[in-house]
């Protein structure tokens, strides 16, 4: 029994990750060229395979039938093979639809528009039109009879209900941009990003920041293996399952970012939830300590703030990217709003919140050396840990309390 996808490249897809947690087969990526594409299906060695991009559609002349929702939408990723013959289905229409639902956001009789025009873009089309959607509205930069200009549905548009965006805008590496501008929207309920990484696109994050719901594209990437799973062992997809492999993925995938104040306990407490969440733990200070080569009071003395709150947004830009950091970030970095948005995206953000009483002056820290001046700090900047964070953790407990504690908020 053979399983696996099929599509160039491969080198990103979580797909073998998630279908291990799914079922017992074994699950192989197979990265091939278009030219193989013809042997690969003479051959039919296999009983199931997904294909991602750039052979949803190529593939289609190869299979003997196609289910209804492949055919409108006009692509495959999921290939059963049964007595010999070859079965298409689109299960990302599924995974779709299963993201929407698990937003919270209801599409009945509300006007949605999908931004982009490619193959996501029918997926959300045909997806809408099955929960009802009033009216679907297909948004792209250049202008076409079934299209409307971003201008345009700014001005036509500003009442939409609900925003999908299946344009590549916001992915890694390009993931300081955004679609479409959001505030324009007056009566938004929600927006969904096909996107996942990161895993909160700056469009999710846009809506959450003025109260709408927003979720990115892991839910639907696991929940389309989990129908594909279904079909490839000739079962009924089990709906729970979706909801267990996303947490475990996202717990696995998402950064633990620590903020707080200096001497709150983000790096022993950051150290100790690196260790059983069997992450990679990094201080932010430590690496803008390696690249200067000078400790933090000398960086502090010789060049100035400035140039250490460069290093550590650069630290910071850098370590975003990244997937499954405990990530403890010097105590000013979150009053840098660019920071935070970027440590958002592939992270959850943790304010550990230590009484003053319970804080120390060092001499090791320049902006908090005596206990005057870190009572002032502390009283600037404890509604900036408190808004930017995604929770608020008391932390004057014993380190293991803390970590405890930040178990029950995130598992
Ligand atoms: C700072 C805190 C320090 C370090 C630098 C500036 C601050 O990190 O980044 O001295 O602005 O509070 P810790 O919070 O890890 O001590």
Do not use: W
């Amino acid at each position: 029994m053979k399983y696996g996808l099929i599509g160039k490249p491969l080198g990103h897809s979580f797909s073998r990750e998630i279908h291990a947690l799914i079922a017992d087969y074994d699950y192989r990526l197979f990265e091939i060229d278009e030219d193989e594409l013809p042997r690969f299906f003479q051959e039919r060695d296999f009983s199931g395979i997904n294909v991602t991009i750039p052979y949803k559609q190529t593939v289609i002349p190869f299979l003997d039938e196609i289910s209804d929702e492949a055919k409108k939408i006009g692509a495959v990723n999921t290939i059963v093979k049964k007595e010999g013959k070859l079965f298409g289905f689109n299960t990302d229409f599924f995974g779709m639809r299963a993201l929407i639902k698990s937003a919270g956001l209801d599409l009945e009789n509300k006007t949605v528009l999908i931004l982009g025009t490619g193959g996501t873009s029918k997926t959300a089309v045909e997806v809408s039109k099955s929960l009802g959607a009033k009216k679907i509205v297909k948004v792209s930069r250049t202008k076409s009879s079934d299209t409307v200009t971003y201008d345009e549905a700014y001005e036509k548009f500003s009442g939409a209900d609900v925003i999908i965006n299946t344009t590549p805008v916001g992915m890694f590496p390009n993931a300081d941009k955004t679609p479409v501008d959001i505030k324009k929207f007056k009566k938004l309920q929600g927006v969904i990003d096909a996107v996942y990484n990161p895993l909160r696109t700056n469009f999710v994050l846009d809506a959450e920041s003025i109260g709408a719901k927003g979720r990115g594209g892991l839910y639907m990437l696991v929940a389309q293996a989990v129908y594909a799973s279904a079909l490839f062992l000739d079962k009924t997809a089990d709906e729970s399952v979706i909801d267990k492999t996303y947490a475990r993925i996202l717990t696995e995938k998402r950064n633990i970012v620590l903020c707080g104040m200096p001497s709150s306990g983000k790096t022993t407490v950051g150290k100790a939830l690196a260790n059983d969440f069997g992450k990679r733990f990094i201080d932010t200070d430590d690496v803008v300590v390696e690249k200067k080569k000078e400790s933090i009071s000398d960086i502090f003395e010789k060049y100035g703030e400035g140039e250490f709150r460069k290093e550590e947004r650069l630290a910071i830009e850098e370590l975003s990217k990244e997937n499954g950091l405990v990530i403890a970030t010097g105590g000013g970095a979150v009053l840098d709003e660019n920071n935070v948005r970027a440590l958002r995206r592939n992270g959850v953000i943790l304010f550990l919140d230590r009484s003053l009483e319970n804080l120390v002056a060092t001499a090791d820290r320049p902006l908090s050396k005596d206990k005057e001046k870190l009572k002032n700090l502390f009283e600037k900047r404890y509604d900036v840990y408190k808004s930017c964070a995604d929770a608020v953790i008391p932390a004057d407990g014993e380190i293991a309390d803390v970590v405890e504690k930040i178990k029950g908020v995130l598992l």
